[in-house]
């Protein structure tokens, strides 16, 4: 098990290697004196077997793939490595998501991000997006629409948990971890690499920084002033 007394501290990655017959886990200042840091074949194998998710194979999957298209190349990006990292920090966490509800909120969360409207939160509009692709595929499905919209409005709230709405959190991890490199170090090697070369970046950062400043001069008491 995990030796570490913060709960954040240990990932599957390190829980994973456990018990592979070392004497120490490779997460403890013992393992790395005794080794220097060099994994023994077992643990190196493990540490690079994740893979990239495969997306959902449905409609609404579909309809949300085209309607990233019209957030432009940057976002639709972003949208994917959010899907992608956020997933796979999920598995480090034994967090299980909806698939389905974590691929779309993924995709859309910024939709609404470029535009700039005084005095309402972008994610409003990501909430219309997403809205609307629910309304395509299951308009006799109200409260998919309205868990679509809610999800992506949550991603932007400070102070979001997975016990509070575990696929918002999610979606809000990936993307930091896709726009600032948070928690990229609890992932298998390489996996943030392999995210980038199936969605190469594109100037998503500029992108996104200027959306933010301007969305806090919009909404100057709002989540991003």
Known sequence: SCVSTYPGRCSDRIVDMTGTGAAESPSTCAWAKATG???????RRRVGRAKLPVAPDSRLAREAEDAAVDQGEALAGHGYRTWMLGHALARQDRQVLDPELFYVAALLHDAGIVEVVTGEDFTIRSARVVSAVAERVRPDDASLATSLADLVVA????GLT??????GFYVQVGAMA??????????????TRSAYRAHAADKVFGVVA?????KARAVPRGRFA
């Open 37 to 43: 840091g060099a994994l023994d074949p077992r643990q």
């Open 178 to 191: 896709d726009l600032a490199a948070l928690r990229t170090w609890d992932l298998p090697r390489g996996y």
């Open 155 to 158: 991603h932007a709230t400070p």
């Open 210 to 214: 200027a959306s933010i400043v301007a």
């Open 162 to 167: 997975a016990d509070l709405d575990p696929v």
